[in-house]
């Protein structure tokens, strides 16, 4: 990551884009250092592809400005910049070769085909597709053509590489190995990755830090633990996982809002409330949700308001728990669990 002073590898200043009436980007401001793992995560609509698409080159700001390792690039094209985009359709020529599909860039740049040859095969290896040089794209699966999209964008080594939901067309189970081979990859080339995703999971597991995006704006930059531990609002609180939104006055607090886990929530009979330790608030058990590992607990508060707990499925309090549907439940929960929002 960029060190004290460093220059950043890209930074926006005060970028805004605007469509006729919608405001796609609303200012927005900040630096990525070299070699981080930037996410930017945000629901469907929120600025993130218009974002990459100013550093990449396809779009300009109406105002404001971009620049890569320091230099603004208001002017520069594309093919000229020192980023490269990996698009979530991949994007590849259909009649080309995987070799000659990764081997474009140096085409266009009129390296000798000889060189052009090496470097793909390199690439390819690279990306763990050695040996498939000769096949045409329609002779891969989805997820072998992400990577020969990910070697076309990496063939003429960029120091930023920009991937808009790369892993957006595979399945779950590919997905997360391709998770692991990004991130491992991106280590050993050591360049920046700048990762749209709209799958807060990804976001959180694969990203040095995150921006969350809301409606053309960064409503929170920060590390995994920062925007996940201290959400600065309600947006991020209940965008990124679940969150219970409880207003101070609820729990005899300052008139605040404070976002809670629901993983932090523990149910207990009413009968035994009193033995445990904690904030209760009591209500009754609507309904059990099963997510594979984990039950997600719908409760209706003695106020009316909507309140989730999940517990681990088949633990004794789970079980307990689910044998008291229908019925009163005291939910628990530690005064440090409550994280102040800041709106
Ligand atoms: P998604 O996850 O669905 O790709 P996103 O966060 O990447 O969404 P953008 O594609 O950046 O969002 O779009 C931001 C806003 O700008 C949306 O309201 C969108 O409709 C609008 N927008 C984007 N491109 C254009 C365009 N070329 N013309 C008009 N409006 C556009």
Same mark, same amino acid.
């Given at each position: 990551?960029t060190?004290?002073?460093?220059?950043p590898?890209?930074?926006?200043?005060s970028?805004t884009?605007?469509?006729?009436? $919608?405001?796609a %980007?609303?200012?927005?401001?900040?630096?990525?250092? *070299?070699?981080?793992?930037f996410?930017?995560?945000?629901?469907?609509?929120?600025?993130k592809?218009?974002? @990459?698409?100013m550093?990449?080159g396809f779009?300009v700001?109406s105002?404001?400005?971009?620049?890569?390792?320091?230099?603004?690039? #208001?002017?520069?094209?594309?093919y000229?910049?020192?980023?490269?985009?990996?698009?979530?359709?991949y994007?590849l020529?259909?009649?080309?070769?995987?070799?000659?599909? $990764?081997?474009?860039?140096?085409?266009?740049?009129k390296?000798?085909?000889?060189?052009?040859?090496?470097?793909?095969?390199?690439? @390819?290896?690279?990306?763990?597709l050695?040996? /498939?040089?000769?096949?045409?794209?329609?002779?891969l699966?989805?997820?072998q053509?992400?990577?020969?999209?990910?070697?076309?964008?990496?063939?003429?080594q960029?120091?930023? @590489?920009l991937?808009d939901?790369?892993?957006?067309?595979l399945? %779950?189970? %590919?997905?997360?190995?391709?998770?692991?081979?990004?991130?491992e990859?991106?280590?050993? %080339?050591g360049?920046t =990755?700048? =990762?749209v995703?709209?799958?807060?999971?990804?976001?959180?597991?694969?990203?040095?830090?995150?921006?969350? =995006?809301?409606?053309?704006?960064?409503?929170?930059?920060?590390?995994?633990?920062d925007?996940?531990d201290?959400p600065?609002?309600?947006?991020?609180a209940?965008?990124?996982?679940?969150a219970?939104v409880i207003?101070?006055?609820?729990?005899?607090?300052?008139?605040q809002?404070f976002?809670?886990?629901?993983?932090?929530?523990?149910?207990?009979?009413? *009968?035994?409330?009193?033995?445990?330790p904690?904030?209760?608030?009591? #209500?009754?058990?609507?309904?059990?949700?099963?997510?594979?590992?984990?039950t997600?607990?719908?409760l209706a508060l003695?106020g009316?308001?909507? =309140?989730?707990?999940?517990?681990?499925h088949g633990?004794?309090?789970?079980?307990?728990?689910? *044998?008291?549907?229908g019925q009163?439940?005291?939910?628990? /929960?530690?005064r440090?669990?409550l994280?102040?929002?800041?709106?």
């Amino acid at each position: 990551m960029t060190g004290e002073g460093a220059v950043p590898a890209v930074e926006l200043r005060s970028v805004t884009r605007r469509f006729g009436a $919608v405001i796609a %980007l609303d200012g927005i401001s900040f630096a990525v250092g *070299g070699g981080e793992f930037f996410g930017m995560l945000g629901p469907s609509g929120s600025g993130k592809t218009t974002c @990459l698409r100013m550093i990449a080159g396809f779009d300009v700001p109406s105002t404001g400005e971009v620049l890569i390792a320091g230099r603004s690039v #208001g002017d520069l094209p594309p093919y000229e910049r020192d980023a490269h985009t990996v698009f979530q359709d991949y994007a590849l020529f259909p009649h080309m070769s995987v070799a000659d599909n $990764v081997a474009f860039p140096l085409m266009i740049a009129k390296v000798p085909q000889a060189q052009r040859h090496a470097r793909a095969e390199e690439t @390819l290896e690279r990306v763990k597709l050695a040996g /498939f040089g000769k096949r045409k794209p329609s002779e891969l699966s989805g997820g072998q053509r992400q990577r020969v999209a990910l070697a076309r964008a990496l063939i003429d080594q960029p120091s930023v @590489l920009l991937l808009d939901e790369p892993l957006g067309a595979l399945d %779950l189970k %590919l997905r997360e190995d391709m998770q692991r081979e990004l991130k491992e990859l991106q280590r050993s %080339l050591g360049i920046t =990755f700048i =990762f749209v995703t709209h799958d807060q999971g990804e976001a959180l597991g694969m990203s040095d830090r995150v921006a969350v =995006f809301n409606q053309g704006r960064i409503e929170q930059l920060g590390t995994p633990d920062d925007i996940y531990d201290r959400p600065a609002s309600e947006f991020v609180a209940t965008f990124v996982g679940s969150a219970n939104v409880i207003d101070g006055a609820l729990i005899g607090a300052a008139p605040q809002r404070f976002a809670l886990r629901p993983e932090r929530v523990r149910l207990v009979a009413p *009968g035994v409330a009193q033995l445990v330790p904690g904030i209760k608030l009591s #209500g009754m058990l609507r309904d059990a949700q099963h997510l594979g590992a984990d039950t997600r607990f719908s409760l209706a508060l003695d106020g009316g308001q909507a =309140f989730h707990a999940t517990l681990r499925h088949g633990d004794e309090e789970e079980i307990a728990a689910r *044998g008291r549907l229908g019925q009163a439940i005291v939910a628990v /929960f530690d005064r440090g669990d409550l994280k102040p929002l800041a709106s």
